[in-house]
């Protein structure tokens, strides 16, 4: 099965293309807001080289508003175009995709003071397992931290002293990117088995940190792995 995978939700605009399990192309542009145009180009070139994907999977966020609207709705106008299954999948747990196995690391994603996305895995032989749900954070940090386990840490709030000390005495910065192919390995298993989404149905995660949008009691939302 070939699968196309798509993602603007964080620092860099990623279009991808799987053949069963082996990576057969990775684009990367480093400014998602305005990525509308080389999303599309690079979509055709892959079509052109590896010919039409059977699937594809597209980071749904969390992350920025504008990028993840740009992949989702690329997504789905495909889906419809190619007649082709689609699945969404959690940003942040594609993101884990590419760290250290056996390791624990925390994504974090659009930083605006105290306010960030985050999401928590344990990166094992099947890919990234949540040890959290992926959500919205405002100052402080759920309970799980500060620990005293080695974790790695990406994102934004991996790239200060502050940050990692927040995070726990053994936490250590990780520089890895956001791939395509890693959003269409994420999306794998549950493309296999049938477990798609409609195009109608399919929707960006827009939950917001509550510095930037406040979030009304009882309406916190989550987001499910890509398995």
């Known amino acids: 099965m070939k699968i196309l995978g798509l993602d603007a939700s964080g620092p860099t605009l990623a279009v991808g293309l799987i053949e069963e399990t082996t ?16 999303l599309m180009a690079w979509v055709q070139q892959i079509v052109e080289q590896w010919g039409r994907p059977d699937a594809i999977a597209v980071g749904i966020g969390p992350g920025s508003f504008t990028g993840v609207r740009i992949a989702v709705t690329a997504a789905k106008a495909l889906a419809y175009a ?10 942040l747990q594609a993101w884990a ?22 999401g ?14 992926d959500q919205a ?9 500060p620990t ?7 994102g934004p709030l991996g790239e200060s002293t502050e940050g990692l000390m927040r995070v726990g005495i053994r936490a250590t910065p990780l ?6 192919s890693s959003v269409a390995l994420l999306g794998r298993k549950a493309l296999i088995e049938g477990r798609t989404d409609t195009p109608e149905a399919l929707a960006p995660f827009y939950g917001r940190p509550p510095a930037i949008t ?13 398995d």
Not at 120 to 133: H, K, L, S
Not at 217 to 224: L, T
């Open 148 to 154: 005293s386990e080695m974790v790695y840490v990406t």
């Open 23 to 38: 990576v057969a192309a990775d684009f990367m542009w480093t400014r998602p807001r305005t990525a509308g145009s080389h």
């Open 82 to 91: 190619w007649n082709i299954p689609v699945k969404g999948v959690s940003s």
């Open 97 to 118: 995709m590419n760290a250290p196995r056996e390791s624990h690391v925390l994504v974090t994603t659009e930083l605006r003071g105290p306010a960030f996305y985050a």
């Open 175 to 180: 520089l890895i990117a956001l791939m395509g």
């Open 120 to 133: 928590y895995y344990r990166i094992t032989a099947e890919g990234p397992q949540p040890m959290m749900r």
């Open 214 to 226: 406040a979030i009304p009691s009882g309406s916190e939302q989550n987001i499910a792995d890509g």
């Open 137 to 145: 954070i405002n100052g402080a940090l759920p309970s799980t931290f």
